[in-house]
Nanobody, 126 residues
């Protein structure tokens, strides 16, 4: 059972930056497509960004393109999300997930997700 633990959330002013981390419990993370999802109050959970096992393929939802960067360090069993130019509409609970499908299928269709983390809250407000 792979466990995923997010960290790095918090309160930040509009225009600020945060880096989220997701630490996995073991090295089987290497075999999974992984990604970040978010859920704002009263809204459905949406895929923010996903990355392939090797890191060679990524997917971003349109609203974060050019502002967020996903990366993974398989040696450290950790997934990252660098968030810059944050906006109030980025406020949400952010979850990491691991799945057995393509980055597009996981992020857009939410298919193939096997494990979820418990989330970390990001609040963008002045």
């Amino acid at each position: 059972q792979l466990q995923l633990v997010e960290s790095g959330g918090g309160l930040v002013q509009p225009g600020g930056s945060l880096r989220l981390s997701c630490a996995a419990s073991d090295s089987t993370l290497d075999y999974y497509t992984v990604g970040w999802f978010r859920q704002a109050p009263g809204k459905e959970r949406e895929g923010v960004s996903c990355i392939s096992t090797s890191g060679s393929r990524t997917n971003y939802t349109e609203s974060v393109k050019g502002r967020f960067t996903i990366s993974r360090d398989n040696a450290k069993k950790t997934l990252y999300l660098q968030m810059t130019s944050l906006k109030p509409e980025d406020t949400a609970e952010y979850y990491c997930a691991a799945g057995l499908t393509t980055v597009q299928d996981m992020c857009i269709n939410r298919n193939g997700i096997v494990y979820w983390g418990k989330g970390t809250l990001v609040t963008v407000s002045s």
